[in-house]
């Protein structure tokens, strides 16, 4: 038998390799995984050892409807304030341009089309893209099944409603620019009611978003043909992230707080459309909620990347559609991608890539 001596030796050499593994396996838990491929972000555990980074404002594009539902969602289930930002979400609309009222600091962020943003770049306003909302334009045109149309080169001869200053109307004229067919004999119809004419055959063609449109007539059983921008080779961004240069330089903590809860609201609209889309309709009681859980959900794939880097940019696709613009007339001079566009919150996020991405999306399918 062992003598008490060498029992106690035994004992304190099996507690000291306990606590030797504990310790191990409590800084391995601390330390970041090795990358695993492509995978969602999940929206951060509250933690009290969140940082405050105080309070800021992000002006939506526009109203509150399922398009923008994780915009809402972001602010009113505190999503932000796990990443230790207080923010208050400002509504959109008509006659609110996000980016006047972020270079006015009326408001700390702002989303907007990549057109508007570089119009707004233009014209000297000191603004940067911080993110990429939407990886994939959602612009389309919708035409009724019996009109011939099957391609934007059919407009001529058509009538066009056409919305000064929205996205469908800068993507227009890229269209225009791409396919080579003569605005002039387009007849060019001013109006912003939302298919009223189109639905009374007084214009053949009617801008929309791809899945709002779809959605909303689909469900009301009328019947539609959807040309969609992205299926004529016009592959720019969706809605941008952005905020001034200042800030950006100044709060790069806040701005990277900022782009997670966005993204992470997202995620959580997505796991719960439905208790989403009833905070929405708390906001806009006109709204229908099976539609709108519906619009919500199909806006994902215009969003999300196949490498699970939510936001992402990258510079060769800033490079194609800055000249896009400047050839089709949607600014006046050229601009360099570096002048409106950064990775820099992005790259601290999930890493600086070995070499560039890619496009990062897969085209949505079409409804």
Known sequence: MKSIRQREVVLATFIAALAFSLLFLLSGCSKTQPDA?????????PSDASPDLGQVSFRMKWVPYGNYAGDIIGEKWGIWKKHGLDVKVNSGGPGIIATQMVASGSDTFGSTGPDELAIAISKGLPLVAIAAEMQITPIGYLVHPDSGITSPADFVGKRFKLIPGHNSYYEYLILSKKLGFDRSKVTEIVNKAQYQLW?????????????????????????????????????????IL???????????????????????????TWAEPEKAIDEITLLTPTLKKEEEVEIANTIRPYMERTDGRWGWMEYDRWKEQLDMFFEAGVIDKKIAPEDIFTNRFCEEIYGKPAQPLGAGFVLPPHE
């Open 37 to 45: 491929g492509p995978q969602e972000p999940e929206a951060a555990a």
């Open 199 to 239: 639905l009374a055959h007084k214009v053949d063609i009617n801008p929309t978003y791809n899945n709002l449109g779809a959605t909303q007539l689909r469900h009301r059983n009328i019947p539609f043909r959807l040309l969609r921008s992205i299926d004529f080779g016009v592959t720019n961004y969706g809605n």
């Open 242 to 268: 952005f905020t001034t240069k200042k800030y950006a330089e100044e709060n790069p903590q806040a701005v990277k707080a900022f782009i997670q809860g966005f993204f992470d609201a997202w995620q959580a």
